[in-house]
């Protein structure tokens, strides 16, 4: 199983950026993205079912953040706009296997793969 997350980069504040999140060797119920600053621990951003496509967001980043899937490619987005410095974390696309509610999208032990991350920086 492998998840590779590319896409990071600096970028000012207000801009956008694209993260990927390629996935091989099984398949997938739900991916997920979550980040994690300097000293802070790591946090939930937004997750996607593969069958359906219901999505879940974090309240920090609603109306700015936008996650999908091409579902041919095996392959994650993270659509990142109006971007802000408090952004600024290493970024991680996370796998589940098993179906989970909606509610627990968010929970960040529910993930069974991980992959590398990709660091996000924005500056003032």
């Known amino acids: 199983v492998q998840l590779q997350a590319s896409g990071g980069g600096l970028v000012q504040a207000g801009g956008s950026l694209r993260l990927s999140c390629a996935t091989s060797g099984r398949t997938f119920s739900t991916m997920g993205w979550f980040r994690q600053a300097p000293g802070k621990e790591r946090e939930f951003v937004a997750a996607i079912r593969w069958s359906g496509g219901s999505t879940g967001y974090a309240d920090s980043v609603k109306g700015r953040f936008s996650i999908s899937r091409d579902n041919a490619k095996n392959t994650v987005y993270l659509q990142m706009n109006s971007l802000d410095p408090e952004d600024t974390a290493v970024y991680y696309c996370?796998?589940?296997?098993?179906?989970?509610?909606?509610?627990?999208?968010?929970?960040?032990?529910?993930?069974?793969?991980w992959g590398q991350g990709t660091q996000v920086t924005v500056s003032s």
């Open positions: 996370a796998a589940k296997t098993s179906r989970v509610a909606l509610s627990g999208m968010a929970v960040r032990a529910l993930y069974d793969y």
